[in-house]
């Protein structure tokens, strides 16, 4: 029986074996859309994509985390309420806060996800304007320093995909100034705030810089001619960030 | 129903086949049930007795002209009829099947299929085309495909209308809320605003599939033995609505307990039935498989059954229910969501479980293949339902509903636009025509339609390489080759209402004109008939017209029909909505990497119209903008349209152009605007040649809606190699223009220059201004 | 300032897909005890100053017409609650 | 079966994206009355049998930890009504 399409069709042989060497894992829950794009996107980086399945018990010795985008749970209850109990979570919220600062990434529902278990400070709610928005979307680098960041300079503007119901990034105003105060502001939306987020942030990061959740999804952004503007590969820097920090490069 | 007589009937209160038998004279609601006199005595006559209550529940869902395609069938036969061995070479499952199946190449097939949620839309917005969606895509997961793409033809009533708000925003994010929960791009669809569908919305959706060869599954039980099993959503009185009328079946005195009448969607629940679907076909642990849409149950098992060895037994107790109230009749009918049934080989029932348990999915085991040639349905152990599943399937009433062409269609079809009232003050000088432009591109069909498409997911999965505002979506399938697909769909009610013959050939010529724009060859037609009452001979004829249409265009194109649906009763009172068959046209990319866009991007490039325009006001936008409509739709030259479509896709694979647009709605001036917007490149545009050589006014020219047209933009390194092709071919070409990406501007020279900002405005503003 | 709070739940033959999702997760955290989950809405309408019968009336017409949707909701309780 | 009520509501620091576009579109209704509007949840959670006092316990703990995101949302009430 042949592979169901779509699910990995490529096999681009990675240029530098170092980089295969590391194990990204990308996490599926019932719901979850853009897994298989998270996949393609760890591929076209050059390095090992392993599929995690949210009922695993263990991290099968994955070097960094990928909570993709999508609907877990359909989005029932709160974006990311149902899914922050998966038996994997646990592992993952350990892993991140251990010494070893196992590199996490939520993108959208994957960020959600991460606020609901406590990983990231601050919640989302529904966009302002009560909508599901998809949009290319300018976002502005505010801290390259972190675990998957590092690929781009400070200050840098990316063109990434923008695509959710419950965008709204809230948190209280204590937490919005510790989050400015020591940079932890990763991403900030520019021309114009597409839901209401507080302070234009589209993204931060925990103060380690290992554990980053942001909206937007760069792994719609790493093939020319299926991203932004069909152009645009803007999202491979996050793939790219994770492979320096893994290698000791950064 | 008042005795019961039989002892076991007794028993469990219930219309046994034995009770049945020695009650002849029960009095049925079959009437209540939408059956007519004579439909009645036909399943007497079929089953030699009276139907018991569940077998009445079963057959008048499955003859219902939503199942049995009893007002069309003896035209939709032209479909099949009219192909020839070339046309059915790519065809690996053709009409019949829950979707048709196209070779794609390299292993690979694409199935797709279109399908009308009109009623439940305008009942409830949200629900009705949230589930639309839903019972789309089930139809491509019962071939053994994975769902990649969805698309969304939509009409509404008058923009302005009150009640237009309302539906728009139900059924948009309906749309976008199932859709975009599935991770199913949505590549593109149609938005008409036009007060006949007022009372009638039309919510069509297409989903396409692809698979392996070998993965094609039917919806076929087979083997004797063979386990018949329910899984997904649990089953409750969904679709049956108000106090149900087969209540009596139980013989129950208590008051019925309510039965919604309107679906609601759980697009989670489909989202874990299309992974847990693929994982049971990657083993292969499935020999049949159905979805269920209309009729449930009732469909679900008599078709497995009449299209394998022909027997089924089932006991309708082990079905699991979200309402335990519901009687076995009820069971039968309920539309219930994201549900499907399959057949298992009994070697096959612990993967089969291990895969339910991994996703977490419910699932029922009913009973087992036969080879005794009936449909027997038990409830808890008694024989409630015994028939022979063709006669339930398959053997249907069929129609010859008398039809005729209307009186009115004369006159009508005398009423040109020129020299109309409406065409009174036709703009003419440069401030008119500027105006006029800009209120063509801010008109409600014309205008951007982003406000919608913004609400839909376009980029998950990571194949899309066309989507809106493009001519058509393309999909890539395989990575590694690029090999894909592209797939458009058109409809115009209004020119189908002046000729529907035409007007169906009108829908494919452009929706295949799409296809072929974007770069990729036509393979296959999926068609949506939407039209009035078949009971009014005036829209029967609409409708054999249509499809007559239909069916001789798809023979000059060389493409076959592969499935559809036909959504009938669409009226309020005794009007009907214009006749719209909905055509979508599938194509073929050896490597998406080809595809054009429809947007100019690069400077100095050459912009070339290819085509040439007469006087076809009838119909068109313009006309419609100033309210009138009558004459004749515009001529259909289908041999033009091949030639056109074989000029742009020989252009896309060879390199010779960098974008193309298809002239539609709206001609000249809607494509150059639309080409200027879609990445805000300008550019300079003379008419005057063009207009000269085909004898028409600049205005003529720029609203005219002659097919077999489109702008193309040629790199001037290309310029010599195109223009040879197209002269090789003997297809009129005309250099209007070239693309000025500093200008900022659409200047059509000596006339007027319309800046891009203000050109956005007027297309961007008018849904925002009208939805919010 | 006073509140009417309006109640709208989906009626009881509708499916509730929310429901079922979240009665489907709490056993996984050790909530044993409940059966059946169904989630609704509930409307806070804050009142600038007195809870008069005229402005109940209309809290209730607003929850029938446009706070619930009568297809497929119920709304099942509108009451005042002082501050 | 009796059930066991647990009302959510959004914080009040929190801007309520619905709640807000509810107060805009009521007056347009003709429902001038409300000066603000804010929409939380409402959950239902059907007990077999009695509700014994561990049983509203685990109510209320669902409440805290998985019906409610604490980071935004507050419990405002938990009571059991009957059938
Ligand atoms: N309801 C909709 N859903 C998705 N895409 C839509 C919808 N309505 C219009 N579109 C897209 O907007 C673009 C313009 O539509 P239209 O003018 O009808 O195209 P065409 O004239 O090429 O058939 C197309 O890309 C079409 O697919
Ligand atoms: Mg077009």
């Known amino acids: ?250 | ?772 | 300032m006073p509140r009417i709070v309006v109640d709208v739940m989906l009626k009881p033959e509708i499916l509730d897909p929310q429901g079922k999702a979240i009665v489907g997760a709490l056993p996984r955290l050790g909530f044993t005890a409940f059966s059946a989950v169904r989630q609704g809405k509930r409307f806070e309408l804050t009142v600038d100053g007195e809870v008069t019968e005229e402005i109940l009336a209309q809290a209730r017409e607003a929850a029938e017409t446009m706070l619930s949707n009568p297809v497929i909701e119920d709304v099942v309780n509108v009451e005042v609650v002082a501050d």
């Open chain 1, 1 to 250: 029986m042949s592979e169901t399409p779509l699910i990995g069709g490529a096999t681009l042989a990675p240029v530098d074996s170092r980089l295969a060497g590391a194990r990204i894992g990308v996490v599926t829950f019932p719901g979850t859309l853009d897994d298989r794009d998270a996949v393609r996107a760890v591929r076209l980086s050059g390095a090992t994509a392993v599929e995690l399945w949210h009922a695993d018990t263990e991290l099968a010795d994955v070097d960094a985390v990928i909570i993709p985008g999508g609907f877990s749970y359909g989005d029932y209850l709160r974006a990311g309420a149902i899914s922050r109990f998966a038996p994997l979570m646990t592992k993952i919220v350990d892993a991140a806060n251990s010494d070893a600062k196992l590199p996490v990434l939520g993108i959208c529902n994957g960020f959600q996800i991460l606020t609901e278990a406590h990983l990231l400070p601050g919640s989302m709610i529904k966009n302002d304007h009560l909508k599901f928005l998809c949009r290319d979307q300018v976002l502005r680098v505010e801290n390259n320093t972190t675990a998957w960041t590092n690929a781009y300079a400070a200050g840098e503007d990316i063109t990434i995909v923008l695509k959710n119901q419950d965008g709204q990034y809230i948190a209280d105003e204590k937490t919005l100034d510790a989050l400015e105060a020591e940079g932890l502001v990763a991403f900030r939306y520019m021309g114009g705030n597409p839901n209401g987020s507080r302070r234009d942030i589209a993204g931060i990061s925990n103060a380690a810089g290992n554990v980053v959740g942001l909206m937007p999804h760069p792994e719609h952004a790493v093939e020319a001619g299926y991203g932004p503007g069909h152009t645009g590969t803007d999202g491979l820097g996050f793939f790219n960030s994770v492979l320096n920090t893994l290698l000791g490069d950064k």
């Open chain 2, 1 to 772: 129903m008042s005795e019961i007589s039989t002892e076991s009937a007794k028993k469990f209160n219930m219309d046994t086949v034995a009770n049945a038998a020695i009650t002849p004279d029960v009095e049925l609601p079959w009437a209540e049930l939408g059956l007519k006199q004579n439909e009645f005595d036909d399943v007497v006559k079929v089953l030699g007795r009276r139907p018991t209550a569940a077998e009445l529940a079963m057959y008048s869902v499955m003859w219902s002209e939503h199942c049995s395609y009893k007002s069309s069938k003896n035209h939709l036969r032209q479909f099949g009829e009219k192909v020839t061995e070339e046309m059915k070479k790519d065809m690996l499952v053709g009409i019949g099947e829950n979707a048709g199946v196209t070779n794609l190449g390299d292993g690979w097939a694409v199935t797709f299929k279109i399908e009308s949620h009109n009623s439940p839309t305008m009942i409830e917005p949200y629900q009705g085309a949230a589930t639309g969606i839903g019972g789309i895509v089930r139809d491509i997961i019962s071939m053994g495909a994975r769902p990649v793409a969805v698309m969304d033809p939509l009409r509404f009533g008058a923009i302005d209308h009150p009640d237009t708000a309302r539906v728009m925003h139900g059924a948009v994010a309906g749309i976008g809320g199932y859709g975009n929960s599935l991770g199913l791009p949505n590549i593109g669809g149609e938005m008409v605003f036009d007060s006949v569908y007022q009372g009638n919305p039309l919510v069509n959706a297409l989903a396409v599939g692809v698979m392996r060869h070998e993965d094609i599954r039917l919806a076929n039980a087979s083997g004797k033995g063979n386990k018949v099993v329910l899984f997904g959503a649990r089953t409750g009185g969904d679709g049956i609505g108000g106090a149900s009328i087969l209540s009596s079946e139980s013989f129950d005195n208590s008051k019925p307990s309510k039965r919604p009448a309107v679906q609601v969607g759980d697009p989670f629940a489909e989202k874990v039935l299309i992974e847990c679907c693929l994982e049971l076909f990657k083993g292969s642990l499935v020999e049949g498989i159905q979805d269920l849409g209309a009729a449930g149950i009732s469909c679900a098992t008599s078709e497995l059954a009449s299209n394998g060895d022909g027997g089924m037994e089932v006991e309708l107790t082990s079905v699991l229910l979200r309402d335990p109230t519901l009687t076995p009749g009820e069971i039968l009918m309920s539309e219930s969501q994201e549900r499907m049934m399959a057949v298992v080989s009994p070697e096959n029932i612990a993967a089969f479980e291990a895969v339910m348990e991994k996703w977490a999915v419910e699932y029922s085991w009913l009973g087992e293949v036969t080879d005794t040639g009936r449909l027997i349905i038990k409830w808890d152990g008694e024989v409630i339902v015994d028939v022979d599943p063709r006669t339930v399937a398959h053997d249907g009433p069929v129609y010859d509903r008398p039809y005729a062409r209307p009186e009115w269609q004369d006159a009508l079809q005398a009423d040109t636009f020129t020299g109309s009232v409406q065409d009174a003050a036709r703009p003419s000088t440069p401030e008119e025509l500027k105006a006029a432009m800009l209120e063509l591109v801010a008109s409600p069909n014309m205008c951007s339609k982003d406000w919608i498409t913004n609400q839909y997911d376009r980029y998950v999965g990571g194949n899309t390489a066309l989507a809106f505002p493009d001519d058509a979506g393309v999909i890539r399938v395989d990575e590694e080759t690029g090999l894909g697909f592209a797939v458009a769909t058109d409809a115009n009610g209004r020119y189908t209402f002046l000729d529907p013959y035409h007007g169906a050939q009108l829908a494919l010529a452009e929706a295949y004109r799409n296809v072929a724009t974007s770069g990729a060859v036509p393979m296959a037609v999926s068609d949506c008939l939407n039209f009035g009452s078949p009971e009014d001979p005036d829209v029967m004829w609409q409708l054999a017209e249509a499809i007559r249409g239909l069916s001789d265009a798809c023979m000059v194109l060389g493409i076959p029909v592969t499935g559809g649906n036909v959504s009938l009763y669409n009226q309020t009172g005794t009007t009907p909505i214009h006749p719209t068959p909905v055509v979508a046209v599938l194509g073929k990319f050896d490597d998406v990497a080809r595809r054009t866009p429809s947007g100019w991007a690069e400077d100095g490039q050459a912009i070339y119209l290819l085509g040439t325009t007469a006087d076809d006001l009838d119909g068109s936008e313009w006309a419609n903008m100033r309210g009138h409509l009558g004459g004749l739709p515009p001529a259909v030259n289908l041999e033009r349209e091949r030639e056109l479509g074989a000029i742009l896709i020989n252009a896309s694979r060879d390199g010779m152009i960098d974008s193309a647009h298809d002239l539609s709605e709206g001609g000249l001036a809607a494509a150059l605007v639309e080409s200027a917007l879609r990445f805000n490149t300008g550019a300079r545009v003379a008419l005057d040649d063009v207009a000269a050589r085909d004898g028409v006014d600049v205005f003529t020219l720029l609203f005219s809606e002659t097919q077999g047209r489109a702008i193309v933009s040629v790199p001037r390194s290309e310029e010599v190699r195109f223009n040879d092709m197209c002269t090789a071919r003997n297809f009129p070409l005309s250099r209007i223009g070239v693309v000025d990406a500093a200008g900022a501007a659409l200047d059509i020279q000596g006339l007027f220059t319309a800046e891009l900002d203000e050109l956005r405005v007027a297309h961007e503003g008018t849904l925002p201004k009208y939805f919010g």
